[in-house]
């Protein structure tokens, strides 16, 4: 059964700091990687998609990258701003569902 | 175009009582699921559905009812509500199964926040 584990559980940081949220799954064998952004009271929006065959995707300030070999993906945010606080969420494709980790609430500080 | 509409946002139940929990897209999408969201533990995913007339079970279905008359709408029905039922519950669709790419981006609801007393 896949297991999607997020780490760190909750993440502050001063605004203008680069930061990395990790994500990590136990079975490799995945179709795709998928990292979704949730404000407070709101439901979820995609941010990124890697597929199983790529490496990192980029969109904005946003990287994510996928090793899946060792199970493993990696969220970057550059140069963080109050307005990317926020929940952030990976989630893993198994046959016709997702499967998700129970995400990392950030909150940049002005 | 008002993409994934959900309704109730709030409710408050007691323990033995029923509801249905609505969920209605526009966007013609064939797939559409239900997943629990809880303090700690992510998305778990309740029921899905690939089409009108198709149901399965997810992750938690235990407790949990749907059905898929129409393209547009899959309810999910509380037989006998339990505290432990007690959650934040997302409906999303998509075109097609959650690929992830293009039209098969999932698309979520606000949310139903359920309390069971």
């Known amino acids: 059964k896949q297991e999607v584990t997020q780490i760190p559980a909750a993440l502050s940081v001063p605004e203008g700091e680069n930061l990395v949220l990790n994500c990590s799954f136990t079975?490799?064998?995945?179709?795709?990687l998928q990292w979704f952004r949730q404000d407070p009271g709101k439901g979820l929006t995609s941010l990124l998609l890697?597929?199983?065959?790529?490496r990192e995707q980029t969109s904005g300030r946003l990287n994510a990258s996928l090793d899946k070999s060792s199970g493993r993906s990696t969220l970057y945010i550059a140069a963080s701003q109050p307005g990317d606080s926020a929940t952030y969420l990976c989630?893993?494709?198994?046959?016709?569902?997702?499967?998700f980790g129970a995400g990392t609430i950030l909150r940049v500080k002005s | 175009n008002a993409g994934v509409t959900q309704t109730p946002k709030f409710q408050v139940l007691k323990t033995g009582q029923s509801m249905t929990l609505q969920c209605a897209q526009d966007?013609?999408?064939?797939?559409m699921s239900w997943y629990r969201q809880d303090p700690g533990m992510g998305l778990r995913l309740i029921h899905y559905?690939?089409?009108?007339?198709?149901?399965d079970q997810g992750e938690v279905p235990n407790g949990y009812n749907v059905s898929r008359s129409t393209t547009e709408d899959f309810p999910l029905r509380l037989l006998s509500a339990a505290p432990s039922q007690t959650s934040v519950y997302f409906c999303?669709?998509?075109?097609?199964?959650?690929?992830?790419?293009?039209?098969?981006?999932?698309?979520f609801g606000a949310g139903s926040r359920l309390t069971v007393l």
């Open positions: 999303a669709s998509s075109y097609g199964p959650p690929k992830g790419s293009g039209a098969n981006v999932l698309t």
């Open positions: 079975d490799s064998a995945i179709y795709n």
């Open positions: 890697i597929q199983s065959s790529q």
């Open positions: 989630a893993v494709r198994e046959g016709n569902k997702l499967v």
């Open positions: 966007m013609n999408h064939e797939y």
């Open positions: 559905s690939v089409g009108a007339g198709i149901t």
